[in-house]
């Protein structure tokens, strides 16, 4: 896929890590670019202006410039954030949750809108704090993803205790923030 120059899309942050002393690596899925791999310079200055859009599970707008390895983000602003799930420790390890599978299944710079969509909407669910059950609702969440990307059959059933397996068989790793998950 062709990317210009300097290019504007809409994500949200799957991950993040340091690098540097005042820079961070972030991992972004986008409707337009599907995952990519982005660096914010000096974002970790007290005096960064982008430094609070760049939080995970947020939906930010963002200007990237073409870089050789990384693309380099030049502006950010939050288009979401999410406050409920921040103050709710299960809510946040769940967000975790589905952010890691969307990171750990999915190629980098492929389109998937659906994908985006079925993340965006999982976390603006869990922000409003609608779900009743959330142990069935990251269940639903990891089928849904799994029959999108095409690793199970639409008439395929998982059990509970079969999805996380079948999850890890596909990756050939284990999922770091399952174990974390208080609610399963």
């Known amino acids: 896929m062709y990317l210009p120059r ?3 899309t809409t994500g949200i942050i799957l ?8 820079d961070r690596i972030i991992t972004i899925f986008t409707k ?3 995952k990519i791999i982005v660096v914010a310079r000096g974002i970790r200055k007290i005096t960064s202006k ?3 859009h760049l939080e995970i599970f947020s939906h930010v707008n963002l200007m990237l410039y073409k870089g050789k390895k ?5 502006e ?3 288009v979401h954030l999410i406050r409920s799930v921040r103050n709710n420790l299960s809510l946040i390890q769940c967000s975790y949750y589905m952010c890691e599978l969307v990171d750990v299944l999915t190629p980098e710079k492929q389109e998937m809108s659906d994908v985006y969509h079925l993340l965006d909407d999982a976390i603006s669910a869990l922000d409003t704090e ?3 059950d959330v142990s069935l609702y990251i269940e639903q969440f990891a089928l849904s993803l799994l029959r999108m990307l095409g690793f199970l059959p639409k008439e395929k059933i998982l059990l509970t205790n079969q999805i ?3 999850i890890e068989h596909i990756v050939e790793k284990k999922i770091k923030t399952y174990q974390f998950l208080t609610i399963v």
Do not use: C, L, W
């Not at 990384?70 to 030049?74: E, F, L, Q, R, S």
């Open 6 to 8: 300097f290019y504007k």
């Open 130 to 132: 609608k779900i009743n």
């Open 164 to 166: 996380q397996p079948f």
């Open 76 to 78: 950010a602003s939050t």
């Open 15 to 22: 991950k993040r890590r340091n690098i540097g002393e005042t």
């Open 50 to 52: 982008r430094g609070p």
């Open 70 to 74: 990384y693309d380099i983000v030049t």
């Open 32 to 34: 337009e670019y599907g």
